[in-house]
C-alpha cells in the first residue's frame, strides 16, 4: 500500500443470479454489500435476476451502459449444471476477459476446497470502462474473491500497480 496516494472509492453494483434467493436470504450478495462498503466503496445498485442468460444481460448491460457504474460484481450461477449460465450471458459483453482472475481464483480456492476448485468458472473482464467480476454463489467465494483478488486490485493505493489507475485508460481507441 502506497501512502502516497489517497483512497479513490467506486461505485459499485452487485447482482446476484438465482432462482431461490431473495434479498432477505441473499448471503452471497450482502457478503459483497458488506465488504466493498467496509473497504470505502459505494453499493451503487443491488439485484437479484433469475438463472436466465438474458435477464443477466439486461441488467448488466443497463449498468455498462451507465457511466456511473465502475464495477459490477456478480455472484452465483457459474457452476456446471443446467441452470448454471452466468459465464455464457456475461462473455459477449465483455471488450476483454481478464483471464488471470479465474485462474488465480481457482487457485486460491484450491487450498480451501481441493479438487471442486475445478468446478468453478469464476471470470472477469472489462466493457465500455466497466470491470465485471463474476464469483459462485458461495459466501465463502465472495469472501475469497473480495478479499484476495478484488479488494486489492480495486484500491489506487496498491502498488506496484492497480486496476483503478487504469480506468481513465479503459476506454482509448
Not at 496516494?5 to 443470479?17: D, E, G
Not at 459477449?92 to 482472475?101: C, N, Q, R, S, W
Request: charged share 25%; glycine share 8%.
Amino acid at each position: 500500500m502506497s501512502q502516497e496516494r489517497s483512497f479513490i472509492p467506486l461505485n459499485i453494483a452487485v447482482l446476484t443470479v438465482s432462482d431461490t434467493r431473495q434479498i432477505d436470504n441473499d448471503t452471497s450478495g450482502q457478503t459483497l454489500v458488506d465488504r466493498l462498503e467496509a473497504a470505502g466503496h459505494r453499493t451503487h445498485a443491488r439485484r437479484i435476476v433469475k438463472d436466465d442468460k438474458y435477464a443477466i444481460r439486461a441488467v448488466v448491460s443497463a449498468w455498462i451502459a451507465a457511466p456511473e457504474v465502475q464495477v459490477i460484481i456478480s455472484t452465483g450461477g457459474t457452476g456446471l449444471t443446467g441452470r448454471d449460465g452466468t459465464p455464457e450471458a456475461m462473455r459477449p459483453l465483455l471488450d476483454k476477459e481478464i483471464e488471470g482472475f479465474g485462474e488465480l481464483f481457482r487457485v486460491l480456492s484450491f487450498n480451501d476446497i481441493g479438487t471442486s476448485s475445478l468446478q468453478s468458472r469464476a471470470t472477469a473482464g472489462v466493457a465500455n470502462g466497466t470491470y465485471i467480476f463474476v464469483l459462485p454463489g458461495s459466501s465463502g467465494a465472495c469472501k475469497d474473491g473480495w478479499d484476495k483478488l478484488i479488494q486489492a486490485q480495486l484500491d489506487y493505493r496498491t502498488q506496484p500497480c492497480n486496476m483503478v489507475e487504469l480506468m481513465p485508460r479503459l476506454l482509448e481507441k
